[in-house]
């Protein structure tokens, strides 16, 4: 069907760039020019036909919000956690878009009822005249008074630093611009912070800040000159050391300086080398060591504070080739080894028989569901005799245990309450796997709503898969809209993520990258063909790095889709990783190869959505950016949208949404984001027939 509503027509302005012995042909560079107000007109052309195209979804938008707000405890609190003499809690309240940071004196067993409450943070107060609102870094000294805090008012995850003595409740007047980490010393009166260069948005120096002194006197302590790297600043649980990190995709190297001496000289653990990385934490004179030097999923080595060097290692837990060490969760009598194993998270609970690093793992946290997530929670206390973490599934709303280590029980503390007669039991989840077109088995997890499911019905599958990312099973209200409405819900853990450690990122990166897109495509089919949807029935969705997967496997088989969400999605893959003076950039090419060398850039062309569209029919789109995206630049989706339009040969609606206030994770109001995922889910349903 003719679409009566005309969509806007970018102005084309030919451009050409020669690299390799091949011409990129850009069109649509121009929209480039953020502060053009032709560019702005186009971009608020593009909102209002979207409108206009989906007004006669108002009411379901309406419908689908009032749903999903029924099913969130608006006014909640979260579980208090201990760190030195106060119990910190974050709480929400009806009607106001952003939490409330909390705390309360108390004992070693819980929070005082009758003390009085502190409130260290407002984000309702602190977003006031700003349109977007984020709280980035915080850090409070050891005696509970200064408080540091970053804030974002944009959405370009630029941060401003500020600092609040929590016992007058006043704010400094004096900030620093462009801070990412935040760290005390122990003599509650040094801050360390890190800083972003003006150009690429990478944190490239640290810096030390005294109480007192105007920040012009901040004195630079360190800065890598490494395009590749950031730095971060942290401190051990025991809070003896600070840690300064410097990292870029593949290498790290770590520095340590005792917190007690704040004006000292930061000393190096192990210099770094391409391909090693490595974290450290400290307990009893030793840096335990989690590190990849003997294989890509990690080992855990210690080693003595005045001898760090490999020469002083010694192997306390052996790399595996089938289990991933992902962190190490250390305390003063027992560490958690955070693994990953058959592509589920594993708390494998190791004890100390004593001050010495000798160790045996002594129990495993056992999880009940087929496909789940699971993760350590807030755990402060270094001489701690229980553990806290988290967990989830696709059909088991978001959970806090304490395991206590004498009884090796877990107790539940609070499980985030669904309102708005939420059964549980009407769900189920699955775990299977699809064969990609070399054999590989590619991990999928399902989710449905048992009475609902038919083999006719619609199917929604997302993917991600690139940075080693593992794609998270968890819970979402918002998606029993979906659910009650009859969709099957796939998650596939594509090759490019890390769900089965290091070598399954190793395989969809650089030159294999192209094994993401099929592991996503034999997913789409393998479903479908196995009665979990309609072929004619499917929506695939993806953000950011899967937004570059949504336009690859759009371009490679636009038949297999019906619908695709598209969010802040990375598409115009040559252009970008061609400038180098664009954040991010250059760190990029440990990911995605340097396209400045020939073999990097005939294989980025031969998959870059934006290159490799062409005149066909395509499914129907919804492509969202936000105008202050700092990781994938807003132009990147209004070009691909602009020369989209003038390719396709099919009337399914092709829209381009433009958030003119927010950065790259959308609206920062919890009710706001809500109305942008009603928006959402109302386009898939009226695509998928399931009005």
């Known amino acids: 069907m003719t679409d009566p509503i005309q969509p806007p027509i970018a102005r084309i302005e030919h451009t050409e760039t020669t690299l390799h012995g091949h011409t990129l042909v850009d069109d649509y560079a121009w929209l480039r020019q953020k502060d053009n107000p032709e560019v702005i007109a186009y971009l608020e052309a593009e909102n209002q036909y979207a409108e206009a195209h989906t007004a006669a979804l108002a009411p379901l938008r309406e419908q689908l919000y009032k749903e999903m707000l029924s099913h969130i405890k608006q006014t909640d609190v979260s579980v208090p956690f201990r760190d030195g003499n106060w119990w910190y809690s974050t709480r929400t309240e009806e009607g106001l878009q952003y939490a409330i940071h909390c705390r309360r004196r108390g004992s070693a067993t819980g929070p005082d009822a009758d003390a009085p409450e502190d409130v260290l943070l407002d984000g309702n107060q602190l977003a006031q005249g700003h349109a977007f609102f984020a709280l980035g870094a915080t850090a409070i000294t050891d005696d509970g008074r200064w408080l540091a805090y970053t804030t974002d008012t944009t959405g370009f995850r630029q941060y401003t630093l500020h600092i609040k003595d929590l016992v007058t409740d006043e704010t400094l007047t004096d900030t620093v611009e462009r801070v990412g980490s935040v760290v005390w010393a122990a003599d509650n009166a040094t801050l360390f912070y890190t800083v972003e260069d003006e150009e690429q948005k990478r944190q490239y120096q640290l810096l030390r800040h005294r109480l007192g002194q105007p920040h012009t006197n901040d004195v630079l302590v360190y800065q890598d000159v490494d395009e590749r790297f950031n730095v971060a600043v942290g401190r051990t649980r025991d809070g003896q050391y600070l840690v300064l990190e410097s990292a870029s995709h593949i290498t790290s190297e770590c520095h340590f300086l005792a917190a007690a001496t704040p004006e000292g000289s930061f000393i190096l653990v192990v210099t770094r080398q391409d391909d090693h990385e490595y974290s450290i934490d400290h307990r009893n004179g030793l840096w335990y060591i989690r590190t990849n030097d003997r294989g890509r999923n990690f080992r855990l080595v210690t080693a003595p504070v005045a001898t760090p060097g490999r020469d002083h290692w010694t192997e306390r837990i052996p790399h595996r080739a089938d289990v991933m060490l992902e962190d190490i969760d250390l305390f003063a009598s027992f560490f958690f080894a955070c693994e990953r194993e058959d592509g589920l998270p594993r708390l494998r609970l190791w004890q100390f028989s004593g001050a010495g690093p000798e160790a045996e793992q002594t129990a495993e946290i056992a999880f009940p569901e087929p496909a789940y997530n699971a993760y350590p929670h807030v755990n402060r206390i270094f001489e701690a005799t229980s553990y806290r973490y988290s967990y989830q599934s696709l059909v088991t709303p978001s959970s806090v245990y304490e395991y206590d280590l004498a009884s090796g029980t877990s107790t539940l503390l609070k499980q985030v309450e669904v309102p708005g007669c939420f059964d549980r039991t009407l769900y189920a989840s699955e775990r299977l796997h699809a064969t990609a077109p070399d054999g590989t088995q590619v991990p999928i997890s399902l989710v449905y709503r048992k009475d609902q499911r038919t083999t006719s019905g619609p199917l929604y599958v997302y993917g991600y898969g690139s940075y080693g990312y593992a794609l998270p099973v968890g819970f979402s209200s918002n998606r029993l809209s979906l659910l009650d409405r009859g969709l099957v819900l796939a998650y596939a853990h594509i090759r490019g993520g890390g769900d089965l450690g290091e070598p399954w990122h190793d395989a969809g990166k650089m030159l294999v990258k192209r094994n993401t897109f099929t592991d996503f495509i034999a997913c789409v089919e393998h479903l479908t063909a196995t009665g979990y949807g309609d072929p004619s029935r499917v929506a695939i969705e993806g953000g950011s790095a899967g937004g570059l997967l949504m336009g690859a496997v759009v371009n490679l088989c636009p038949e297999l889709f019906r619908a695709v969400l598209s969010h802040v999605p990375f598409v115009d893959v040559m252009n970008t990783m061609l400038d180098a003076s664009l954040p991010l950039t250059v760190p990029e090419y440990e990911e995605w190869g340097n396209p ?74 919890r009710y706001d984001y809500l109305k942008e995922i009603a928006f959402d889910y109302a386009f898939l349903l009226r695509e998928l027939g399931c009005l």
């Open 596 to 669: 400045n060398e020939e073999k990097p850039f005939t294989y980025m062309l031969n998959y870059s959505p934006y290159d490799n569209l062409k005149p066909a029919s395509y499914p129907s789109m919804l492509v969202k950016t936000s105008l202050y995206d700092s990781q994938v630049m807003y132009w990147e989706p209004a070009k691909y949208v602009a020369k989209l339009r003038t390719l396709k040969t099919d009337n399914n609606p092709l829209l381009l949404v433009t958030n003119m206030q927010a950065g790259h994770g959308g609206a920062s109001g």
